[in-house]
């Protein structure tokens, strides 16, 4: 299985912009289609969006399309998840999970996960 590891997170002003990164190890990172989850204490889990193998297609969930851009860079095996037009409600930690199967808003698909990053906005 591939590691992951998220950073970037932190606090930011409503309307700002935070890059997230995940970072893989241990396998081929261009086996995984990578996708980005958050969630709050008390919620379930929701997905962000995810991205193919070879990043040549997305899919972004509705709350955050036109505002999040996922990329990734195999050479490096990192997923980012950019982040901009930050709202109040976008306030969770952030992960990253693979799958080797394809991307979608399934947790079931994924079979590693990083252990979040948190994403606090402000007014």
């Known amino acids: 299985q591939v590691q992951l590891v998220e950073s970037g997170g932190g606090l930011v002003q409503a309307e700002g912009s935070l890059r997230l990164s995940c970072a893989a190890s241990?396998?081929?990172?261009?086996?995984?289609?990578m996708a980005w989850f958050r969630q709050a204490p008390g919620k379930e889990r929701e997905f962000v969006g995810g991205i193919s193998w070879r990043g040549g297609s997305t899919t972004y969930a509705d709350s955050v399309k036109g505002r999040f851009t996922i990329s990734r860079d195999n050479a490096k095996n990192t997923v980012y998840l950019q982040m901009n037009s930050l709202k109040l409600e976008d306030t969770d930690v952030y992960s990253c999970?693979?799958?080797?199967?394809?991307?979608?808003?399934?947790?079931?698909?994924?079979?590693?996960w990083g252990q979040g990053t948190q994403v606090t906005v402000s007014s």
């Open positions: 241990g396998r081929t990172f261009s086996d995984y289609a």
């Open positions: 999970a693979a799958s080797m199967d394809t991307y979608s808003a399934s947790e079931k698909l994924y079979t590693s």
